[in-house]
Structures are given as C-alpha cells and as structure tokens.
Nanobody
Framework: VQLQAFGGGLVQAGGYLTLSCAAS????????MGWFRQAPGKEQEFVAT????????DYADSVKGRFTISRDNAKNTVYLQMNSLKPEDTAVYYC???????????????????WGQGTQVTVSS
C-alpha cells in the first residue's frame, strides 16, 4: 500500500490550501482515511478522518469549521480542504489509512498502519 500526499506550501494567514493524498495497492473504498499533522517540537496530532463512503467525518476541535475532509473513491484520493489558515496550522501533514476494514472512522494514531510521506504546510502571519 502506498500513500502519496501533496499540495502543501506557503500561504499567508487567512488563506487556503487543499491537500491531496493518492492511494494505491489495495481497494481504497474499503477503508477509512485520516489526516494527521506534526509541528516542530510537538507530537503528532489527529486532524480529520472520513469513512469508506465519505458519509461520516470527524475533526480535531482546532480545525472544526475551517477544514473539510473528502474523498473520491473513483480516483483513490482523499482531500483536506483547509480554509482560514492560521500560523498554528504550520506543520507537516500526513495522510494515513488503517489496516482494519472494520473501523468506520479512526481518530487515534494507533489505529493507522499505512502512512504517506508528509507534505509541509507553512502559514505566515
């Protein structure tokens, strides 16, 4: 299984970015997906998760109302639309997928097995 995240970059506070994560190596639509991030000197944290068909989502409190996770199963891709970006959103963002098909959604790092390489998001003030 391979996950490839891209779309990061440098943006001013208040701006927006859309991250994409392309998956390959198994049936994408059978698994939940998630986004996590890690800022310098901080632990990795959950950002958003989405169910197999996209009908159920969950977000970290810090991004609710600003970020939207979505997926296109025909393209084997999950997205993270990030609006109203803040300097504290600066981090390396990772997409991930669990190995267990039974997870409807998953907010805990421990439930994820496959990880993308990460894409850097930098928000300037």
């Amino acid at each position: 299984v391979q996950l490839q995240a891209f779309g990061g970059g440098l943006v001013q506070a208040g701006g927006y970015l859309t991250l994409s994560c392309a998956a390959s190596g198994r049936t994408f639509s059978n698994y939940a997906m998630g986004w996590f991030r890690q800022a310098p000197g901080k632990e990795q944290e959950f950002v958003a998760t989405i169910s197999r068909r996209g009908g159920t989502t969950d977000y970290a409190d810090s991004v609710k109302g600003r970020f939207t996770i979505s997926r296109d199963n025909a393209k084997n891709t999950v997205y993270l639309q990030m609006n109203s970006l803040k300097p504290e959103d600066t981090a390396v963002y990772y997409c991930a997928s669990p190995s267990n098909v039974n997870y409807i959604i998953a907010t805990m790092t421990q439930r994820y097995y496959y990880w993308g390489q990460g894409t850097q998001v930098t928000v300037s003030s």
